[in-house]
């Protein structure tokens, strides 16, 4: 094979400077491509997109080091691109040097065994598979990004930089196996949301020794927030505050990232953990971008901290443009992330100077697709600064973007659709997309021509519908009386895009398609429905969501929100403690007590009250049984993860009944007596023969009280959910099943890193062949 064809096929194009070598020749340059074709390039005279000269760079001499360490990603079946941070060895790790320093340095890479040096700079031994010359630059913050080819597929090699007298710890990647390879297993990790500042990343320890082929990181690498809301509670003591080093305010406090040298301090920050170093060194990562990186619920280059603005006569809304700081996001990333991305500084591309999303084929047995969820995103349905029906005010986060009501976002999501249409758009989706026109379309090509076993779907936000009946609740006021979408950040806020993915996978008959989730805080695993409003869903593809490594769980921010005190009378979805559980046995106790005697109208305070008195006088139930039991626990009850997944009421009436039993509460002990009386007389048995599971289902406060049904499950398609977890997720893939194992891990213990980080384990199904969710 002559060197310029080997060259174009196995070198891709990239629009962003990154270095390029091939073992086979030992070629280096940068990669570029034409007409003809991808190719290894000399290097340009400028940085891409800039007028800025690259200056020259003499071999290094002297003491280095490598603060951030080393890094390896998207691995291909001939190679991967390798990363390194290097910088002399009297600058400061974190800060950029105001004396630039650029200097060429030597890669080497061997397919010796090496592993016994991992963790150490003990230099490579072994015969060399590849040696070459890689430029280093203070215009990339002295980053390096070098893309090695001529490697044997399915095959693990090590890596050492070596600047001056000093050298890199060792590293570690596998490169993937040949497309057209019929290989029977892969074993890889999905992680997310790594938030520096609250729990611990003591999960790092574990998925290192999990041994995985590769890695994806699903997004939220680093929070572009410090000091948030979000961010409450206690810290491992290694990750000291962070201090941004321009920074904006956060309205009610801290602050956000504003400027590429603090979306830089992050990353180098972050990567200055020895854990997550220790990852990198060992793994190859296949990255994505959520918000953080950018900025939280973020649109194109749109933050949300505020409301933005809306035009009531014209229905017109946009939050506020921020596209220099997009860009300095996005080159940040570039900059530290080790990913094969196309990325330029010309100024006329605007924020749209970087493409991430991309696919990577390992073997005959999976395909991986990752997405960008957030830079061709439209803006959220319903604008934060409408005005609310109920208070006039703007919604703000919540009713535009959390706990929506799903009939008005579905209206609205039409009326944009219909305005696209109407307007001449060709895409009708144009104001109501997650992925924008191009990567839909690229999306639905390449499911399509995907010859391979598994498609799996890196996708940051969760594509199945997790929404509330708040008519199942007996106390919740009118305006709470309907059915909800807790999060319409997620694919639930872009149903009209989610419902055309699946018809295309339905209707092309693609198999096999398993998303792998990141961004919500929490385990989930379930079906994705072709349409999840049909009388008869039908399962497309499944959707397997892992829990943030670090970042404050899903169900903490509902217990936040159900503190509203507009928000009380739906608190027990979210959660209840033996108190306020009481309290709802004597509730209904007393509806019970009220309807017995004739009343109809329970919201008639006065009526329920005279016959609860009056039951009291004659001697049908004790004072006690109405009034609070001193020395309850008040600690917290979780009932999310069964509002969104199992029989609203059934903890609560467990609780109940618990109390009941231990005789720890004369109202919970009453109201077991009372419904046990009750289907003693209508069965015609001893109150000792009724079984105590019947009188159980009936203490479910939302369930039929003379039946026991219990409420409709609100989202049967889910399967499994842990709302209040942190951990990540391991997955073994083989030609009959996907097999994925869900780490959840122990809190921060007296304020510590726990030194056995996995608390448990869950492990979820996937059958060939089958869009189905089995336990176990």
């Known amino acids: 094979m002559d060197r310029r064809s080997f060259l174009r096929k196995s070198v891709i194009q990239t629009g962003a400077l990154i270095t390029a070598s091939s073992a086979l020749t030992g070629l280096s340059g940068c990669m570029g491509g034409g007409d003809g074709g991808p190719t290894i390039e000399p290097l340009p005279p400028t940085f891409p997109g800039t007028g800025t000269p690259l200056p020259d760079t003499p071999a290094a ?4 080091k490598f603060p951030q360490s080393i890094a390896s990603g998207d691995p291909k079946s001939d190679g991967a691109l390798l990363w390194a941070r290097v910088v002399p060895n009297a600058a400061d790790d974190i800060k950029t040097s105001a004396t630039e320093a650029n200097f060429k340095l030597k890669l080497r890479i061997s397919s010796a065994d090496n592993s016994a040096s991992l963790g150490g700079n003990t230099a490579l031994s072994g015969a060399m598979d590849a ?14 990004r070098h893309k090695v080819s001529g490697l044997k597929a399915a095959t693990t090699y090590y890596y050492q930089f070596v600047a001056g007298d000093s050298r890199s710890n ?3 990647f596998k490169t993937a196996p040949a497309a057209d390879a019929d290989i029977d ?18 999960g790092m320890n574990s998925l290192l020794a999990e041994n995985p082929d590769f890695i994806v990181h699903l997004g939220d690498y680093i929070y572009e927030a410090v000091g948030a809301s979000y961010q409450a509670g206690a810290v491992e003591p290694g990750h000291t505050p962070l201090v941004l080093p321009d920074g904006a305010a956060l309205e009610g406090g801290g602050k956000y990232a504003s400027t590429l040298a603090d979306y830089r301090y992050l990353y180098k920050r972050y990567r200055s953990d020895a854990r997550l170093q220790a990852l990198h060194e060992r793994f190859a990562f296949v990255a994505i971008w959520d918000d953080h990186e950018f900025s ?4 194109q280059d749109r933050s949300t901290y505020d409301n933005g603005t809306f035009n009531a006569a014209t229905g017109a809304a946009d939050n506020t443009a921020q596209p220099t700081r997009r860009r300095s996001a996005s080159q940040a ?14 100024a006329g591309l605007g924020v749209s100077n970087i493409r991430i999303y991309r696919d990577l084929k390992f073997g005959k047995l999976m395909h991986l697709v990752m997405t960008d969820e957030r830079l061709y995103r439209a803006d959220h349905i319903i604008p934060e600064a409408a005005p609310s029906p109920l208070t006039g005010k703007p919604l703000g986060s919540i009713g535009a973007r959390y706990m929506v009501p799903e009939a008005t976002l579905a209206g609205i999501e039409a009326q944009k659709i219909a305005a696209a249409t109407a307007n001449g758009l060709p895409d009708p989706m144009t104001l109501v997309t997650m992925l924008g026109t191009s990567q839909r379309q690229w999306w639905m090509e390449t499911m399509k021509a995907s010859t391979a076993l598994w498609k799996i779907w890196g996708n940051e936000t969760s594509l199945l519908k997790m929404g509330v009946d708040g008519a199942a609740l007996p106390t919740a006021p009118a305006a709470l009386k309907t059915n909800f979408v807790l999060n319409a950040d997620q694919w639930d806020g872009y149903n009209a895009e989610r419902k055309a993915l699946m018809g295309h996978l339905s209707s092309n008959k693609i198999s096999n398609v398993v998303a792998i989730t990141g961004d919500l805080h929490a385990f989930f695993a379930g079906e994705v429905m072709d349409d999840y409003k049909a009388a008869t869903p039908k399962a497309v593809m499944v959707d397997l969501v892992t829990a943030g490594v670090s970042s404050n769980s899903f169900f903490s921010y509902f217990v936040g929100a159900a503190a509203d005190p507009s928000f009380a009378p739906v608190k027990p979805l979210v959660l209840v403690n ?3 559980c009481e309290g709802i046995a004597i509730q209904m106790l007393s509806a019970a007590i009220a309807i017995a005697s004739g009343v109809t109208d329970l919201s008639n305070t006065a009526a329920v009250q005279a016959a609860v008195m009056a039951a009291i006088g004659a001697g049908l139930i004790p004072l006690a049984a109405v009034q609070p039991t001193p020395g309850l626990s008040t600690a917290v009850i979780n009932t999310f993860n069964e509002t969104l997944a199992a029989h609203m009421g059934d903890t609560i009436a467990a609780t109940n009944a618990g109390l009941a039993g231990a005789s720890k509460s004369v109202p919970a002990m009453t109201l077991y007596g009372l419904i046990a009386q009750k289907l003693a007389t209508a069965l015609g048995i001893p109150v000792a023969f009724v079984p105590a599971s019947e009188v159980i289902k009936r203490m479910n406060p939302f369930a039929n009280s003379t039946t026991g049904v219990p409420p409709a499950i609100n989202n049967p398609w889910l399967r499994y959910a842990d709302a209040n977890a942190q951990g990540y997720a391991l997955v073994n893939l083989s030609k009959t099943e996907l097999v994925c194992d869900f780490k959840k891990l122990t809190p921060l213990s007296g304020g510590l890193a726990p030194t056995s980080p996995v608390a448990s384990v869950q492990r979820v199904r996937v059958p060939v062949g089958k869009a189905q969710v089995n336990l176990g």
């Not at 001499?61 to 280095?64: L, N, S």
């Not at 040696?131 to 390096?144: G, I, K, M, R, S």
């Not at 990333?333 to 010309?346: D, G």
């Open 296 to 299: 939280d619920d973020c649109w």
């Open 185 to 202: 297993a892969l074993k890889f990790a999905f992680m997310t949301c790594q938030d520096w500042s609250v729990n611990h990343w003591a």
């Open 578 to 580: 033996e108190v306020e």
């Open 131 to 144: 040696e070459v010359d890689v430029p280093v630059y203070a215009f990339y913050d002295n980053t390096l």
């Open 61 to 64: 001499t002297g003491t280095f």
């Open 333 to 346: 990333w570039f900059e530290f992330m080790p990913a094969e991305i196309s990325f330029s500084l010309e």
């Open 170 to 172: 060792v590293g570690r």
